[in-house]
């Protein structure tokens, strides 16, 4: 399975590899924004991080993870920062910067409104945190109905300009991608179904024992007999009648009845597997962490039953002495994953969803360096 998107520029001199960790993390800070404000939205932001470099004339960017940053919103549902926003983020630039590895490499910005541009804000954000010609902005347009889509803004001559629109923008969204890069990596060709295995029927199955056992003769007493290949059922000769004594009798009867109490035994274990492989446990949540930098993603089974099921949960966090829950819609909860910045040597996750409104389902893990 991928585990990153490759974006390139129009004349091919950038490309930008993108965690699909960090599209998880992105995705659901925004449509945690869609929902803070009926129809249109707040929008919300922060930093990538990850590294640069210039192989010949091409330059890579990789964004490995990202840190939110949030705003009071006294300007709106726009990312718009007030004197306290905008002393939050130089504290958060400052911190980063010395964190070392991974660096900050551009800006994010979930774009709500009716133009997908950077703006004067973003722009005088940019000047004063990335002047790095290298540097990259990611607006990322949210929708509650269907897949978001994002692009990357570059510098023109080193520097970013207000009214700058995405390049090659595409589907924001895990599934998307990863549908979209296994149909790439497919080989060319017509496709054949994929068929795990081939049994006969178990009629047909029968019959071919049986016309098998009936035309074997007795071994020689203290003869070794030869393996011989068994001809296909239709190239048998017609069988003659032929008296048979007692013994023969004997001998004939005992391994039908051996060979039909096998199969009867292996037809049952069958249909036992197969019925309970079919069953999915509706009580899994399949709960996973992984860790990409500085930051935990905590994973569920978006398929399981209960998540599908479920209207809204609850994830809670223990991280030392810091306590804190966030709720999660249906929608947050088909995606996937949050993401969690840890401040600890160890972390507890606890996911509660819920299929019914009085019936829950909680799943818990941890996590320690």
Excluded at 182 to 211: D, I, K, M, N, T
Aim: a negative charge; hydrophobic letters at 40%; proline letters at 8%.
């Amino acid at each position: 399975m991928a585990s990153e998107f490759i974006w390139q520029s129009p004349d091919g001199a950038t490309e930008v590899h993108l965690n699909l960790d960090a599209v998880d993390g992105m995705l659901h800070e925004c449509m945690r924004g869609m929902g803070a404000v009926p129809k249109r939205g707040a929008e919300v932001g922060g930093v990538l991080l990850g590294t640069v470099a210039h192989v010949g004339s091409r330059r890579l960017v990789t964004v490995e993870t990202f840190e939110g940053v949030p705003i009071e919103y006294k300007h709106g549902p726009s990312y718009v920062f007030s004197e306290g926003d905008a002393e939050l983020f130089r504290d958060t630039m400052a911190r980063l910067n010395s964190a070392g590895f991974p660096r900050p490499v551009g800006f994010f910005r979930a774009n709500t409104r009716d133009e997908m541009e950077l703006t004067e804000e973003d722009v005088r954000t940019l000047e004063q945190h990335f002047p790095d010609a290298d540097s990259v902005a990611l607006l990322i347009r949210p929708f509650a109905t269907k897949p978001s889509t994002a692009g990357f803004v570059l510098t023109r001559d080193g520097r970013f300009s207000a009214g700058a629109s995405p390049e090659n923008e595409f589907v924001f969204r895990r599934r998307e991608i990863e549908e979209a890069l296994e149909a790439q990596a497919a080989p060319a060709g017509p496709r054949v179904p994929y068929r795990p295995f081939a049994v006969p029927s178990p009629a047909q199955h029968e019959a071919e024992l049986v016309s098998a056992v009936a035309t074997m003769t007795p071994p020689a007493p203290g003869v070794a007999q030869p393996r011989v290949a068994m001809p296909a059922p239709a190239a048998l000769a017609p069988l003659r009648r032929v008296p048979a004594t007692r013994p023969r009798v004997r001998w004939r009867w005992l391994p039908l009845s051996s060979i039909f109490l096998v199969i009867g035994i292996l037809l049952g274990i069958e249909a036992t597997v197969s019925f309970r492989g079919a069953l999915p446990d509706p009580y899994d949540l399949k709960l996973s962490l992984s860790r990409t930098g500085n930051a935990l993603t905590l994973h569920w089974d978006r398929s399981a039953p209960a998540v599908r099921a479920a209207q809204h949960g609850v994830v809670a966090i223990e991280d030392g002495n810091a306590r804190m829950t966030r709720d999660l819609t249906a929608s947050d909860l088909q995606t996937g994953s949050v993401v969690y910045t840890a401040s600890g040597p160890a972390v507890h996750f606890q996911l509660r969803v819920f299929p019914h409104e009085r019936d829950s389902i909680i799943e818990t893990i941890d996590w320690s360096q």
